[in-house]
């Protein structure tokens, strides 16, 4: 399997995840200018926008895939962000988080990672 399958797998499972835990996966790939975000998933029970960055890695000897969120990366995603809420006027809770997807495909999830 090549790498860009990999990511797409790595993203599905984690839209699965959140999927399986009462969220509704709104957007997909979400880009705004030359910020994306992988996905934005909504919990409507608690009103929580959430914003999900995805990270594969096949080894783990180059570090945790948690690690691999530059500061340049996350400053892309919020401007991303900020264009998806103002575009729907969303003035609810929102949250960042990263899903770390393993060789094994076994996801982590970090809530609230920035």
């Not at 999927?19 to 975000?37: C, D, S, T």
């Amino acid at each position: 399997m090549d790498r860009k399958s990999k990511g797409i797998l790595a993203e599905q499972l984690a839209q699965d995840h959140y999927k399986n835990h009462g969220y509704e996966i709104l957007e997909a790939n979400y880009r705004h200018h030359r910020a994306e975000v992988d996905f934005i998933a909504l919990n409507e029970q608690e009103s929580l926008l959430v914003f999900v960055e995805v990270k594969k890695r096949s080894r783990s000897d180059f570090g945790d895939p948690e690690t691999f969120v530059s500061e340049n990366q996350v400053g892309l995603i919020k401007e991303a962000a900020e264009a998806y809420i103002l575009g729907i006027n969303w003035n609810k809770d929102i949250r960042f988080d990263i899903v770390a997807v393993d060789s094994d495909n076994c996801l982590e999830v970090f809530e609230d990672a920035f």
